[in-house]
Antibody, heavy 116, light 110 residues
């Protein structure tokens, strides 16, 4: 069974960047598709982008193009999501999840708070 | 972009009752690519149903999914206390973005 463990909560200033990690175990990391999904307080789920580590290819939702970068380190089975130019509306829980057509396994979530 | 609209927004039922949740898509969705998730407060979503009707590993058989084209349904045959949560549908498709979610249905105890 795949397990995804994310980094801890972050508090950031508007205009700064945040980088969240997601370490995978229990499967073959390179064969995963890893997506990032966020959830603002009291709101629904929003897909941000994904990476296929074996291909090294990432693609992003248009809403986040130019502000988000998703990378993967196969040597440590860890995926990363970096979001730049943070604003208050980016305050949310950020989840990593594996799966191609659907999201089979999820990380525990990382709360990112953007506040001056 | 394919928009998924879930109804009702909130469903109030009692344990033992049957729950029927709807997910309607703005364009036809391949049945292979429609999934349902359960989310409890403070927890990550959990996959319940994939391919519109296949239960994920460990999901009780009181959960079932059905539908095709633009109309999909999640049914919980007899509600248990632990089933009260928020439920989301999700589709995967070729048009960007590849993944979209419905806005969720909150299933609450009556």
């Amino acid at each position: 069974q795949v397990q995804l463990v994310q980094s801890g909560a972050e508090v950031k200033k508007p205009g700064s960047s945040v980088k969240v990690s997601c370490k995978a175990s229990g499967g073959t990391f390179s064969s995963y598709t890893i997506s990032w999904v966020r959830q603002a307080p009291g709101q629904g789920l929003e897909w941000m982008g994904r990476i296929i580590p074996i291909l090294g290819i990432a693609n992003y939702a248009q809403k986040f193009q130019g502000r988000v970068t998703i990378t993967a380190d196969k040597s440590t089975s860890t995926a990363y999501m970096e979001l730049s130019s943070l604003r208050s509306e980016d305050t949310a829980v950020y989840y990593c999840a594996t799966g191609f057509q659907q999201f089979d396994y999820w990380g525990q979530g990382t709360l990112v708070t953007v506040s001056s | 972009e394919i928009v998924l609209t879930q109804s009702p927004g909130t469903l109030s039922l009692s344990p033992g009752e049957r729950a029927t949740l709807s997910c309607r898509a703005s364009q036809s969705v391949s049945s292979s690519y429609l999934a349902w998730y359960q989310q409890k407060p403070g927890q990550a979503p959990r996959l319940l149903i994939y391919g519109a009707s296949s239960r994920a590993t460990g999901i009780p058989d009181r959960f079932s999914g059905s539908g095709s084209g633009t109309d999909f349904t999640l049914t919980i045959s007899r509600l248990e206390p632990e089933d009260f949560a928020v439920y989301y549908c999700q589709q995967y498709g070729s048009s960007p973005p590849p993944y979209t979610f419905g806005q969720g249905t909150k299933l609450e105890i009556k």
